[in-house]
């Protein structure tokens, strides 16, 4: 007869009782945990669409501005105004185009970027919340 070494003597009073087996998990009902969730995808896709926008208003005016530069120096020195050459006026406008790529940036960001973060991270409460009360 061989005897199983993980098990205690059964004669051996002192030994404390062997633990009770784990209780089998049972199946969620509920959402998915938030990990593979497609507002995660849905948010990177949505911030990826920001940083796009923004950045080609701003690099797009600025190389549009280069282009023309190198491109068509006869337009760039022609004059808009009485000394005020074309090339001049463009140069200027950048710093506008810049802020307007400022505004977009966080018009997006308030419009569907933060609401969709707002709902990930509430989403994400009430699933630690649930995990820690299933424990």
Same mark, same amino acid.
Do not use: N
């Given at each position: 007869?061989?005897?199983?070494? %993980? @098990?205690? #003597?059964?004669?051996?009073?002192? @030994?404390?009782?062997?633990?009770?087996?784990?209780?089998?998990?049972?199946?969620?009902?509920?959402? %998915?945990?938030?990990?593979?969730?497609?507002?995660?995808?849905?948010?990177?896709?949505? #911030?990826?669409?920001?940083?796009?926008?923004?950045?080609?208003?701003?690099?797009?005016?600025?190389?549009?501005?280069?282009?023309?530069?190198?491109?068509?120096? %006869?337009?760039?020195?022609?004059?808009?105004?009485?000394?005020?050459?074309?090339?001049?006026?463009?140069?200027?406008?950048?710093?506008?185009?810049?802020?307007?790529?400022?505004?977009?940036?966080?018009?997006?960001? /308030?419009?569907?970027?933060?609401?969709?973060?707002?709902?990930?991270?509430? @989403?994400?409460?009430?699933?630690? &919340? /649930?995990?820690?009360?299933? &424990?």
């Amino acid at each position: 007869m061989s005897r199983d070494p %993980s @098990q205690p #003597y059964p004669t051996y009073p002192w @030994q404390p009782p062997a633990p009770p087996p784990a209780p089998a998990p049972h199946p969620s009902r509920h959402r %998915s945990p938030l990990g593979h969730h497609s507002d995660l995808r849905i948010l990177r896709s949505a #911030y990826r669409w920001q940083r796009r926008t923004a950045t080609l208003t701003a690099l797009g005016y600025f190389t549009f501005f280069l282009v023309l530069s190198a491109c068509a120096p %006869s337009f760039m020195a022609s004059s808009l105004t009485d000394g005020l050459p074309t090339g001049l006026v463009l140069a200027l406008l950048q710093l506008p185009v810049t802020w307007l790529a400022i505004a977009v940036y966080e018009h997006t960001a /308030r419009r569907y970027v933060d609401p969709l973060a707002d709902r990930i991270r509430k @989403q994400s409460e009430v699933d630690a &919340r /649930r995990e820690a009360a299933a &424990r």
